[in-house]
């Protein structure tokens, strides 16, 4: 089969590259509205033709397309794609507001076909593992989740950084947890432009869990660190850490003795801490793949379309926190 591919800045020729690399795929139709990105993309990989505008790409046999362009253009680009009966494959977050996720989600399951959203990390060897470790009830019961991820730049120009950034940390938060937040709050400022370059983050979640995200484009050194607190273990996940990107610590803390405030008696625990050896394979190669899936009547991808309307809503939240100074905004469940 074919898969099309629009937008081909810094992401897109990722995504080039894992599509092009699948057996199934015979060719990879590539567009880009600057003709000088998709000449120098087309000529870097093996399997990629150009075609010569958006409509030429939709008139085409391709059966998939990726959408990799800005976020503004996630739904207008999205909703063409479906409109011409093809399965449709979109960078995250999935779309700029909840009502343009609604659309795509309806428009996708109205025409019975594949939308899938890119969240990339749950797909990693680290978020597999983690996943596997707490659906089993491996660090007990969850109390919180702090996450980290800053650096200097990339500046997406249509988005602040909790678009930019927090997709990822909400759907590993929420995937890790298998539940959304309950409520959101934000603060955030924007120094360079109108927008927010520096944001925090809180997600309240169902069963006294507290989560936390602080992302910020402004930051001299990227930091890309979660901590995860259970009642049994603890974890530490870094991404920036070439191995052991995961270390699992027998850490804890437990009340030995409740006798009244001023005497009650807590234990620390400090065990072992074990990194475990982590699926090495390409995010990326895993999420083409299970696109294909989708595609040849597998199944539902792991980051459907309604996966990826649930991300938007709690980026939604965050903004609408931000502009109210920061007050709590209860998520309306759908
Ligand atoms: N999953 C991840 O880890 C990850 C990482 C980086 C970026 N992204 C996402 O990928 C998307 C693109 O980000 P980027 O950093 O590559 O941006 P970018 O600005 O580097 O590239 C965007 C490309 O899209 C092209 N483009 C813009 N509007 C277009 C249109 N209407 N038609 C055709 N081409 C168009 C531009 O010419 C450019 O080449 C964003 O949604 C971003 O959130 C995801």
Known sequence: ????????????????????????????????????????????????????????????????????????????????????????????????????????????????????????????????????????????????????????????????VVWDLAPHDVSIMTHLLGRGPVAVSAVGVGHLNTMEDVAYLTLHFEGNVIGHLHVNWLAPVKVRRMLIGGSQKMIVYDDTEPSEKVKVYDRGVSIVSREGIYRTLVEYRTGDMSAPKLDTTEALALVTRDFLRAMQGGGPPLCDGTAGLDVVRVLEAADRSMRSGGALVRMDRP
């Open 1 to 160: 089969m074919n898969i099309g591919i629009v937008g081909l800045g810094y992401w897109g020729p990722n995504l080039v590259r894992n599509f092009a690399a699948l057996d199934a795929v015979e060719g990879v139709l590539c567009w880009d509205q600057d003709p000088a990105r998709l000449a120098t993309v087309v000529r870097q990989y093996p399997k990629t033709r150009a075609v010569g505008s958006l409509e030429e790409l939709l008139r085409s046999d391709c059966a998939g397309v990726a959408v990799v362009t800005p976020i503004s253009f996630h739904h207008p680009i999205g909703m063409e794609v479906l409109r011409r009966g093809k399965h449709l494959l979109v960078e995250k977050p999935i779309a700029a507001s909840v009502r343009e996720a609604e659309e795509l989600v309806a428009e996708a399951a109205r025409r019975s076909l594949v939308l899938m959203v890119d969240h990339t990390f749950l797909y990693t060897g680290a978020v597999r593992h983690m996943r596997e470790v707490m659906e089993q009830g491996g660090i007990g019961e969850v109390y919180y989740v702090d996450s980290v991820r800053v650096n200097l730049g990339l500046f997406q120009h249509d988005v602040n």
